[in-house]
């Protein structure tokens, strides 16, 4: 039920997010000038566009929902997929949907509270709130969470048009002194244009999200590719151009000083309607989160529909045709993760665990150009585009362990290992204790949601 302005709409309305309007000082505290922090932000696009296109071969070769699982199942066999599996529905996913609905709640809860920080049990049950009424939304109509998409999506595209066309304005009218010798006292080396990717494609992440619902899709052999060739250059060319508009108004200093750059470029360009900003924001979080949850639920219901998860997951509700199980368990273990969690931790976790399976996926496409020829490509990219795409991936994970090494990269190595773990002794073992012990959840679930195994809804 999903067509073509949807996916178009899914894919801008989940990348542009919070990222772009709060914290793109990160990507210019790393080169520390303004013609590579514009450049970087040019080349993140460019990069999130050839993964894009790399996932819609694979989209369009294996037409199974569940974004990278099925395609590292017929790449690599059921144990890297389930790592995957593993790593998404307890790091990733949950992950991601926190820190978007954390930069909601917080956007939402600062007019309340003019000139101080919102207290933190605020801002978690605003979030906690944010997390629930999105679930409740998918889990009740894929038409429904697809409007609501939609309609942020539109909300979205209003602040930003309201942010470039300011920016035009400010340059027609000659304020263009923070962009000469824009590449003087820049810091460019390896560590630092890493760091610099590694913080862009944060706000572009959602680049393949389509690859979640590709059974949804009307038309997937057009819509998939079409949705990503319109979607993602669009999100771009508006990327750059808000950054442009930021340096109109603010030098790098100034930016790197603003707690929260598209309200600093609020107060200083559209005073007295400077309030529009952060209720755009808010609008603009909330569409990112909407459709976070609504591609990540799918992911929860092929885990368990491929017996990677309690059975009871991949149940479809028979009135509504949604995975509502899935979803209200993803929403449910975000909640967990808000409670103790704060955005740049969970950013730090995010990431990094992000790229290894990219990576991983991209080489997938690779691997079966030579192992599963005969599988039928209405895509076909030129080889070099997913070897490009391997290789900035394992740069990207090794940047941050060579130049700035945490314990928390450790630390989350070892817990997508353990996954191992779990793989040998209910998958591979089949020991079946938490099936049973789950039986009288599943019929509980059951009569109290309608929901039935995926063979069992019929038309």
């Not at 151009?241 to 790197?256: A, W």
């Not at 603003?258 to 909330?286: E, K």
């Not at 991209?362 to 030579?370: D, E, G, S, T």
């Amino acid at each position: 039920k999903v067509g073509l302005i949807s996916g178009i709409c899914m894919i801008v309305g989940t990348i542009i997010g919070s990222g772009i309007f709060v914290s793109p000082k990160s990507v210019l505290a790393n080169v520390e000038a303004v013609g590579p922090c514009l450049t970087i932000w040019a080349a993140c696009g460019v990069l999130a566009t050839l993964g894009a296109l790399c996932f819609a071969e694979l989209g369009t070769m294996i037409t199974k929902s569940g974004g990278e699982y099925p395609y590292l199942m017929e790449a690599f066999g059921p144990i890297p997929a389930f790592l995957f599996s593993w790593t998404s529905l307890l790091v990733t996913k949950p992950s991601s949907f926190a820190i978007i609905c954390l930069s909601f709640a917080e956007y939402a809860s600062a007019p309340f509270y003019p000139g101080c920080d919102p207290p933190q049990v605020v801002i978690k049950c605003l979030a906690a709130a944010a997390i629930v009424v999105i679930t409740i939304v998918n889990s009740l109509s894929v038409k429904l969470g697809s409007y609501l998409q939609n309609f942020l999506t539109a909300a979205k595209m209003i602040i930003v048009t309201i942010i470039v066309v300011s920016g035009i304005v400010l340059l027609a009218k000659g304020n263009t002194e923070n962009f000469k010798d824009s590449f003087k006292d820049s810091k460019i080396s390896v560590s630092s244009i890493s760091l610099a990717f590694y913080n862009g494609l944060w706000a572009y992440d959602g680049w393949n999200q389509l690859n979640y619902i590709t059974e949804e899709l009307k038309n997937p052999y057009r819509n998939l590719p079409l949705s990503i060739i319109i979607g993602i250059p669009l999100v771009t060319v508006c990327y750059v151009l808000i950054n442009i508009s930021y340096f109109t108004v603010m030098t790098s200093t100034e930016l790197l000083q603003s707690q929260a750059v598209a309200v600093t470029f609020g107060d200083r360009v559209l005073y007295p309607a400077s309030w529009i900003v952060p209720l755009f924001v808010v609008f603009s979080t909330l569409g990112s989160a909407n459709g976070t949850c609504f591609t990540a639920g799918r992911l929860v219901y092929v885990a368990g529909r491929e017996g990677h998860m309690l059975k009871v997951l991949s149940y479809i509700s028979v009135k509504r045709l949604t995975p509502a199980p899935a979803i209200i368990f993803y929403g449910a273990i975000t909640i967990i993760y808000i409670i103790p969690g704060d955005i740049g931790t969970l950013i730090n976790y995010f990431s990094f665990a992000v790229w290894i399976f990219y990576g991983l996926t991209v080489l997938a496409l690779i691997v079966m150009r030579f192992t599963r020829k005969e599988l039928r490509r209405p895509i076909r990219i030129p080889i070099i585009i997913p070897v490009i795409v391997t290789l900035v991936s394992i740069l990207l994970v090794l940047a941050p362990i060579i130049s700035a090494p945490e314990l928390a990269y450790l630390y989350c190595i070892l817990f997508i290992l353990s996954g191992l773990i779990v793989y040998v002794l209910f998958v591979h073992l089949k020991f079946s204790w938490p099936q049973k012990i789950s039986k009288p959840m599943t019929m509980h679930l059951q009569m109290l949601l309608e929901v039935v195994p995926e063979e069992e809804v019929t038309e």
